[in-house]
């Protein structure tokens, strides 16, 4: 059975909704995950998603941050925290569906380097993969995605020498993200697509981004190698990106084969 999955980060679901429902209409994933839908939980738009035909779990705050999973199947074994208790931003959630975990990841996007916030970001990446040494096997079907907020190689960030040691390409930051390949994560859409620069994110700030190919790969689809084995084709649509009051991210999409869920 074919299983199709997608990632965005929608810069505020709310605002974002008719993009979403639209695009979801047209490809029908049976799972999606979000990034910063800015929404506190009883205000997360859950009703769209039910009529969809999709169930909706998240964890949110007010303008900042938050996370969703959209799924056509009930999830299982929900996890809202990365940390014990409740979290200080809501940017980790995971469930299972079938035979596959699915997490969700938010990271900070780091502000400035040396500054408390990018400390910040690196810790929370090294946190994220804590939880998942402490509770998962690489033998494991994981599926990890989101918006990790680093560029790993040249060939993810435009003029790479000019943003080189900057936030989101530092070497700190891909050192970290490392780790995540070494225990045994893989980024499929590098699997399936080695070549080329493929960017997921375009700064509002610079006109006509996406048409200039001035953009970054900070989004990630990254899973275990058994599941990687599975996956059948990666792609990023940039219709999304391209529409009237778009986010500054769009959808990341990959395929599987033989999956039960």
Same mark, same amino acid.
């Given at each position: 059975m074919t299983f199709k999955f997608a990632t965005f980060n929608a810069n505020s679901v709310r605002t974002r909704l008719p993009v979403i429902l639209e695009w979801m209409d047209n490809e029908r994933p049976d799972?999606?995950?979000?990034q910063e839908t800015k929404v506190q939980d009883r205000d997360f738009p859950s009703d769209p998603f039910s009529e969809a035909g999709y169930h909706a779990v998240f964890t949110g705050q007010k303008s900042y941050n938050g996370v969703a999973i959209i799924s056509k199947n009930p999830l299982n074994d929900i996890c809202l925290n990365l940390y014990d208790g409740i979290d200080e931003q809501s940017r980790f959630i995971s469930a299972v569906t079938g035979d596959i975990t699915l997490i969700n990841a938010y990271a900070p996007q780091g502000f400035e380097v040396g500054s408390e916030k990018f400390e910040y970001k690196l810790?929370?990446?090294?946190?994220?993969?804590?939880?998942?040494? @402490?509770n998962y096997d690489p033998d494991d079907f994981i599926l990890l995605a989101g918006d990790f907020n680093v560029a790993l190689q040249p060939i993810d960030v435009y003029a790479p020498e000019r943003h080189k040691g900057q936030v989101g390409f530092h070497p700190d930051e891909q050192a970290v993200m490392q780790e995540f390949f070494k225990w045994g994560f893989i980024d499929i859409f590098r699997k399936?697509?080695?070549?080329? @620069?493929c960017f997921t994110f375009w700064d509002y700030r610079i006109p006509n981004a996406v048409k200039r190919g001035m953009g970054w790969r900070i989004d990630y689809v990254l899973t275990t190698a058994p599941l990687a084995e599975k996956s059948s084709n990666t792609w990023i649509d940039i219709k999304p990106r391209m529409l009237e009051r778009p986010s500054d991210h769009t959808f990341v999409v990959a395929e599987f084969q033989d999956i039960v869920f």
């Open positions: 799972v999606l995950f979000l810790r929370w990446l090294r946190d994220l993969l804590r939880h998942i040494t @402490a399936h697509q080695p070549d080329g @620069a």
